[in-house]
Every structure is written in structure tokens, then in C-alpha cells.
């Protein structure tokens, strides 16, 4: 992934957290865990976001550890080429891993569902 598309897909990630009234910084050019930090109420979230990729095993684990750590849970959401975007729960694990959607995030981090 280029850093211009990566860039602009975390910034357009920030538009809609705000957008449904969530706070977030964006570590712009992060070599860190997380490229987005968000909360709403009591609920935190370190999110990776991917551009055409996935998250090497190093990666993840740093991710996890860093959640943990923080009381938050690790998302990693990945956009294909094509445009497709799907969101996974890297920390705290629940078992078989699932593919969630933007819905099913937003609901969570806004307290209006639980995670399966």
C-alpha cells in the first residue's frame, strides 16, 4: 500500500467516527500499534487500518498487547483494491474469528450492540 492511499483511507476512517460522535486521533505516519485511537463513552478502540493487506504476525501481536494494556479493544479493518472493507476483532479474541462491517462497529463503539 502506497502511503498517500493509506493516508487518505485513515482520514476518511476519522470523518466517519466523528461523524457518529466519536473522539479520535489519527497517528499520522504511526510506527506504533495503532493508526487511530477512538472512543465514545466508556468504550476504547486501537484501530489498524489496511489498505490491501493484512497485518503481519508481529503486528497483531503489538496490537493485542497494546489493547490489553489499555483496557481497549483492537480492531483491524482492511479495504480491498476493489473497495470492500471489512472490520476484525483482533483483541480481545472471542474464539472463531469473525468478519464484521462498518454497521456492527459503529453500533458497538456507540453502545447501541454487543459483540457476539
Known sequence: MS???GAAYEQALVRRLKAIGAWVFRAAGSRGPADLVAWY???RALIQAKVGGGL???E???LRLAARDLG???WLVSRTARGHEAWYLVWPELG???VYRWPDFAAWL???ARLP
Do not use: L, N, V
Open 3 to 5: 502511503y498517500a492511499k
Open 41 to 43: 463513552g466508556g468504550r
Open 56 to 58: 503481519g504476525a508481529r
Open 60 to 62: 497483531a501481536q503489538d
Open 72 to 74: 481497549a479493544t483492537a
Open 96 to 98: 472463531t474469528p469473525q
Open 110 to 112: 456507540t453502545g447501541k
